[in-house]
Structures are given as C-alpha cells and as structure tokens.
C-alpha cells in the first residue's frame, strides 16, 4: 500500500524565475482592514506580461542558534495570532537553494501553578483516624 506524503502546513520557497520582479510595495485597504502588499511582475501561460498582487501573510527573523548540527529552523516568526511560520535553507538534488517552509501552532508555554510550588513536608505528621473499622 502506497501512502500519500502529507504536505498540509508544508510549503517551499525557491528563486524567483527570470521572468518575475518585484515592482512595488505598499498598503491596500480591505474592507477597512489594512492589508501590506507587494506588486510582482511575471508572465501568464500564454507568455503575457501579468502584475500579481501578493499579500503578507507573515515575517521571519534570523535564527543565530541554527546549525547544520541540530534540527532548529534558520527563520521563524509569526502569521496570526496562533500559528508561526518557520524556515530551513535546503539544497536540492540539482544544488539549487531554497527554503523549506512550515507552519505550525505558536508555542504555548506551561503554566505552573502556585499548588505545585509548595513545598512538601518530608517528615509528615501521622494521621490517627478514630473510626472503628
């Protein structure tokens, strides 16, 4: 039985094709909620010049604790409120650079409670139940 690679929160990001620029940058309004854009140039199937509207969807930072010895990601930062984005720089088979993408739930850290910081009595006293049974 042959199982399908699950690519779900997965993605990648290679070099633009000659034939993609970026032209501008700037802001556009969506039903009140401002949005930051980048306006790309590229060619359609047909060979057509075509400008493409990408919206941000997040930003990364750099990573100085990632190596080539542990699994860290070399870029991670947030999308929305719940969910970070994460990068690791690859090599493909044909040598060509490129960033592996994955998106997952933000880390939550544990809450310790003020019950679990008291300190137990090693020596306690013995209880002495008066119950006949």
């Known amino acids: 039985m042959v199982m399908d690679y699950d690519n779900t929160n997965r993605g990648a ?9 970026l032209l501008l940058t700037g802001k556009l309004d969506i039903d009140g909620d401002l949005k930051q854009i980048a306006i790309m140039e590229d060619t359609d199937k047909e060979g057509r010049k075509i400008l493409v509207v990408l919206q941000r969807v997040g930003c990364m930072y750099g990573n100085q604790d990632a190596d080539d ?5 070399h870029y991670s930062g947030p999308i929305d ?4 984005i994460a990068g690791w720089r690859e090599t493909d088979k044909n040598g060509r650079k490129y960033l592996s993408l994955r998106r997952s739930e933000k880390y939550k850290p544990q809450v310790v409670d003020d019950v679990s910081r ?6 306690p006293t013995p209880v002495i139940d008066d119950i006949p049974f």
Do not use: G, L
């Open 13 to 21: 990001a290679h070099a633009p094709f000659e034939s993609q620029n």
């Open 69 to 73: 010895t542990n699994k860290q990601p």
């Open 81 to 84: 409120d719940n969910h970070r």
């Open 118 to 123: 008291e300190t137990v009595d090693t020596n």
